[in-house]
């Protein structure tokens, strides 16, 4: 049961193909590379597919009182761009005591050249089933918009090593 769905469309400065390589890689280290200054570590149990379990260790301060992001892969469609994790637990952080379940879906859509625009949805459950208020609700979209405006501003920085 969802109590509650969240949208937004982040533009981005960066091609799709190229946040596509970088953000959503099946390789941890360049997933790290992607998040460097906001993710301190990245890893998979599993071999990066769907199944595979991924751990985000978040820098001191960078996500908030967030410390760690787990999930796990669901789909990873190559040819559509698009990522879904489900079993998403956040540890630290008001919004994580709040949340039964967390699921996240990131669409990567071409934008024009040199530009994308991530179509990020967040669907929750809550603990006592209610919906999230608005102001808890934009806190928990802004972390996952903040993780991709960070591998954007990486991968603009850094592009060769994501090609």
């Known amino acids: ?51 595979s379990l991924v751990t985000m260790k978040f820098g001191p301060g960078a996500m908030g ?19 879904s994790r489900d079993e998403v637990v956040v540890e630290g952080g008001a919004a994580a005591t709040q949340l039964r379940s967390q699921a996240v879906r990131v669409k990567v859509v071409p934008a024009g050249e040199g530009a994308c625009v991530a179509k990020v949805t967040v669907e929750y459950e809550r603990l006592d089933g209610a919906a999230l208020l608005p102001e808890d609700q934009a806190k928990l979209v802004k972390g996952y918009v903040g993780l991709v405006k960070k591998a954007e501003a990486n991968l603009a920085a850094r592009p060769g090593e994501f090609a």
């Open 65 to 83: 009182e967030a410390t760690l992001l787990k999930s796990r892969l669901v789909a990873r469609d190559h040819a559509a761009r698009v990522i």
């Open 1 to 51: 049961m969802v109590a509650g769905s969240i949208a937004e469309d982040v533009a981005m400065a960066v091609p799709a193909e190229l946040l596509w390589k970088g953000a959503f890689s099946p390789d941890a280290s360049t997933v790290q590379k992607a998040f460097a200054g906001m993710v301190d570590a990245v890893e998979f149990d599993g071999d990066g597919g769907p199944g």
